[in-house]
């Protein structure tokens, strides 16, 4: 049997990282992404590949270069991603569009550009790292959730359609892990006259506390070589604590308004 090649964007830090590392482990061919190769100069993990998603002429250079490397892409795991916190009256549209743009644009470009290969082979998987956040409209977190929601539910369209050429698709969906997603993530401003004010803060220093108490990356990249096993993949899956998981179990079972006083429990 061949060892399957792996290609996962946003692969030089954080969850990207951590299952490249234990993908690498495990016996696949490993290749990660970033956006400037030169930034790490001493990673050593796994070859780097330089693509922004945003960028299609980088996505198209950086799948040609895999392809004169490998010959092939088994699985493909579309991880690059951008948090964005703020009232969503108040977020600057063009950060909304930025987030969007890293967040839903580049994962469908990235595969658009990867399924001719994958229907060549007659074979492929792509899994989307999206989040838990996706599945319900978090208070100051819209855009984080609208984007990684829509993934959601494009996955499910493209699972459909791409079935018949011996291609799979599906999402992960984690809850909160330890990563440096915080450093990166854009934080609309806390303005002193706006009535958003001291929600919006308790919610800024609730989101800091759950990254620094969140869970290992490697659980995630347990559950990713367990999906790359799993010869028919569910259209879903998720990782992260118990009571995250639970709380999407909640949302189908409570009454709208329940389940929103839950979640404006949490922002307030």
């Known amino acids: 049997m061949k060892t399957k090649v792996v290609l996962i964007t946003g692969g030089s830090s954080g969850i990207g990282k951590a ?32 693509m922004d998603v945003r960028n299609l002429g980088t996505i198209k250079e950086c799948i040609s270069s895999l392809l004169e490397l490998e010959g092939r892409i088994d699985v493909l795991i579309n991880n690059a991603g951008v948090g964005i916190t703020g009232p969503m009256e108040e977020t600057p549209y063009e950060e909304v569009l930025k987030a969007f743009a890293t967040n839903f644009n580049g994962p469908l470009n990235v595969m658009n550009t990867a399924l001719p290969v994958m229907r060549e082979q007659k074979e492929g998987l792509i899994i989307n790292i999206t989040s838990i956040a ?22 499910e369209s493209y699972r459909m359609e791409t079935k018949s050429f011996g291609v799979h698709l599906t999402t992960l969906a984690p809850g909160d892990f330890a990563t440096n997603i915080a450093s990166g993530r854009y934080h ?16 800024l220093e609730a989101i800091d506390a759950d990254v620094d108490s969140g869970g290992d990356p490697n659980d995630v990249a347990k559950k990713i070589a367990e999906i790359i096993k799993t010869k028919n993949p569910k259209p879903h899956y998720k990782v992260g604590s118990f009571i995250q998981k639970f709380s999407l179990t909640l949302k189908s079972l409570l009454p709208g308004r329940w389940f929103e006083k839950l979640l404006e429990g949490h922002s307030s």
């Not at 996706?134 to 855009?143: I, K, N, Q």
């Not at 609309?188 to 919610?203: I, R």
């Open 134 to 155: 996706g599945y319900m409209g978090l208070p100051f977190r819209g855009v984080y959730s609208a984007s990684k929601g829509a993934l959601e539910i494009v996955t």
């Open 19 to 50: 299952i490249g590392i234990h993908l690498k482990a495990n016996g696949y061919k490993v290749y990660g992404t970033t956006r400037n190769k030169s930034k790490y100069p001493s990673f050593s993990d796994f070859p780097l590949l330089e």
């Open 188 to 203: 609309t401003p806390v303005y002193e006259n706006s009535p958003y004010k001291l929600a919006y803060k308790n919610t």
